[in-house]
């Protein structure tokens, strides 16, 4: 389980990362370049590039969530939560 956190931590830092580099960045080089469309598309270019480096990692860390909650539901099924109604009156 450590590992899942672990992983789910390391993919959300890398991606706010690059984000807040690309935003921080972005309209400098906008700004330089006299917001050229080739330009345009090469910052495009190089944002999906920098985000698609996160990719695996968010692949691995959905897997992870998956095989959680398919781990989790047959406890559940196996050990339900008793509802008013299968709880017996202390009279019974």
Not at 6 to 14: D, K, S, T
Request: proline share 8%.
């Amino acid at each position: 389980m450590q590992g899942r956190i672990r992983r789910l931590v390391i993919a959300a830092a890398i991606t706010a990362g690059e984000l807040a580099i690309v935003a921080r960045n972005s309209l400098p080089i906008r700004q330089a370049w006299d917001a050229d469309p080739w330009n345009e598309a090469v910052l495009f270019g190089f944002l999906v590039l920098s985000i698609s480096s996160a990719a695996p990692i968010w692949l691995q860390v959905l897997c992870d969530l998956r095989q959680t909650i398919r781990e989790e539901a047959p406890s559940r099924l196996l050990n339900p939560v008793p509802t008013a109604g299968d709880i017996p009156e202390e009279g019974e």
